[in-house]
């Protein structure tokens, strides 16, 4: 489902349009205009009311149409491979300063990348209750409209799930929220937000169908699949963080059991086509954020990405942030083909293009060759999806839930399944000049990645958290993982400091983190001050 720029106007316009009726004569449906009341009596607009909510979704470059323009990017990698030890900043030292901040845990309520993802996020919600609380209503055919209303509940839960783990409970709003209704707004806790996110998602799977069910012309669109390793991700998420909801690894277990047992999912043969063209969508996607290049620049008018820009290589169009770091280097095993498929190297030949690493703009040599592509028309604008949940994940997950359950066998034939996977990996496409979509073969060695043996209790966990850092490596998932598993503040410079290390980054988390009555804990970055005054919301720890 390419959500192209006429389809996101149409599906904009429609929801500008939204607002509540007048209590007087007035109050009349204007002729020929598509409002509040009639919206849902229509199956095109129903579905391009739907397709706003998704747009929201790949905005990562601020909302625009004089709504919030001084909003700046974000990005899941800003957080997920950023604030871990998968990844530095990159680009040159003075370059998005904002970035720094986060990285040190140093983040002001001003930081601009954490009011974009207020901003982005918030503003999906608000799309998303439109949808839901007005379909129902609606005359379009009640299949059609159960549909959407569970793709509007699983973005619901997409957007909340977003905030909670970046700010902690959050407002919850299940219908418009009116200007005069500011001064009533009130916090949720962290258990109340996940407990809403769970609700919907619930909600979502019951009434979505599976992927292969849908068109071709609606790919990317939520599924029962997408749903419930969704659910599965939030679950795992608390066990390790606030699980005051009491939930389970057999909740895990049986969630991506359901997805595997569902028949709609495979793995991708080659590992290296994962995040190209030929991958997108592929058997191996549960849900990613649909994206095509266009002529746009910056602004959510655009149908493409701009992560893309930031992270590719200055020697070809990009800014070159989010760099790989030396430790994701080192923590693949000798000749696992995978690496290649992650690291652009100096010199390295990407997409039939050498790339030269300048270090003045990369702070450890290395970029992020997972997000390579041929320069786009506009920069700004490239049409990579951005994959979100891969089947790897669900097997990975429910081999973490088989290990936690004591069933050390299955865990470790489901890692095994992965392995065998990457060792049968080609190359990364264009490794030779001039040849930007040729696969060469890896010529793996025989015994690279060898079936893991039988293990069981913490040494088995090692090793599926090992597998999950190197299948997932520049995917923005690190940061959570060692959230969830309590490893995050191990991993963070610390003092004494020096002129390489000058912020103890360790302490400065652990100020801003959230450490009574948790599992493990829970580093969360500020509210924005401007809701966090005018809701009148607490702040969170640490911050002004």
């Known amino acids: 489902m390419k959500t ?30 598509v409002t509040q009341l009639n919206l849902f009596n229509d199956a095109t607009n129903a579905t391009q009311a739907v397709n ?100 509007a509940l699983f973005l619901r839960a997409y957007f909340y799930f977003n905030l909670v783990k970046i700010f902690g409970g959050v407002p919850l709003f299940e219908k418009a929220v009116l200007p005069t209704d500011a001064a009533n707004v009130t916090r949720s806790t962290i258990a109340e937000t996940y407990a809403f996110i769970e609700k919907d998602l619930k909600a979502a799977a019951a009434a979505l ?104 290589n200055r020697a070809t169009f990009g800014y070159g942030f989010n760099n790989p770091t030396q430790s994701l280097y080192n923590e693949f095993e000798p000749n696992d083909p995978r690496r290649e498929v992650t690291f652009i190297r100096n010199n390295d030949v990407v997409l ?14 290395y970029l992020n060759r997972k997000v390579a592509i041929a320069p786009p028309a506009a920069p700004q604008s490239a049409g990579q999806n951005l994959r979100k949940l891969r089947y790897a994940d669900i097997l990975l997950m429910k081999a973490e839930a088989a290990a936690q359950l004591n069933r050390s066998g299955e865990a470790v034939t489901l890692v095994n399944q992965v392995r065998q996977r990457a060792r049968m990996s080609t190359r990364p496409p264009g490794t030779t000049v001039g040849a930007a979509a040729t696969y060469a073969p890896a010529n793996t060695p025989a015994g690279t990645l060898p079936d893991i043996a039988a293990l069981s209790g913490p ?3 090692t090793a599926i958290w090992h597998e999950r ?21 191990n991993v963070l410079p610390t003092a004494p400091l020096t002129p390489s290390n000058p912020v103890d980054v360790r302490a400065n988390a652990l100020r801003h983190s959230i450490t009574t009555g948790v599992v493990n804990p829970i580093p969360l970055l500020p509210i924005p001050i401007n809701d966090a005054q005018v809701w009148k919301v607490p702040q969170n720890p640490g911050y002004n």
């Open 352 to 365: 039939g293009v050498v790339n030269p690493v300048d270090p003045a703009f990369s702070a450890t040599g």
């Open 52 to 151: 706003a909510v998704y747009d929201v979704a790949g905005w990562d470059q601020g909302p625009k149409f004089g709504v919030a323009e001084n909003v700046s990017v974000s990005f899941d990698w800003m957080f997920g491979d950023v604030l871990s030890d998968d990844a530095e900043k990159g680009s040159s030292d003075s370059d998005f300063g904002a970035i720094t901040e986060l990285k040190t845990w140093s983040t002001p309520p001003t930081n601009a990348i954490v009011s974009s993802w207020w901003v982005n996020n918030f503003t999906g919600i608000a799309r998303a209750n439109i949808v839901i609380n007005n379909i129902d209503a609606g005359t379009i055919d009640a299949a059609l409209k159960e549909r959407l209303k569970g793709e």
């Open 459 to 461: 040494a088995l966990l």
């Open 209 to 312: 169908p599976e992927k292969g069910t849908y068109a071709a012309t609606d790919a990317g669109r939520a599924t029962k699949g997408a749903a419930n390793g969704y659910l599965a991700r939030v679950i795992m998420y608390q066990l390790g963080t606030d699980n005051t909801n009491n939930h389970t690894w057999q909740e895990v277990y049986d969630l991506t059991n359901t997805v595997i047992t569902s028949n709609q999912y495979s793995l991708q043969p080659n590992y290296a086509a994962i995040h190209q063209v030929i991958g997108e969508n592929s058997s191996e996607s549960l849900f990613e954020i649909q994206f095509a290049a266009s002529n746009d620049s910056y602004g959510p008018i655009s149908t493409g990405t701009t992560s893309n820009v930031f992270q590719n």
């Open 4 to 33: 192209f720029s006429t389809a996101r106007m149409l599906a904009f316009a429609a929801l500008l349009g939204l607002a509540a009726g007048c209590d007087s004569f007035l109050d009349k449906d204007p002729l020929g205009t």
């Open 469 to 489: 850092r190197v299948e997932f490596g520049g995917e923005s998932l690190r940061f959570w993982d060692l959230v969830r598993t309590g490893r995050y503040f």
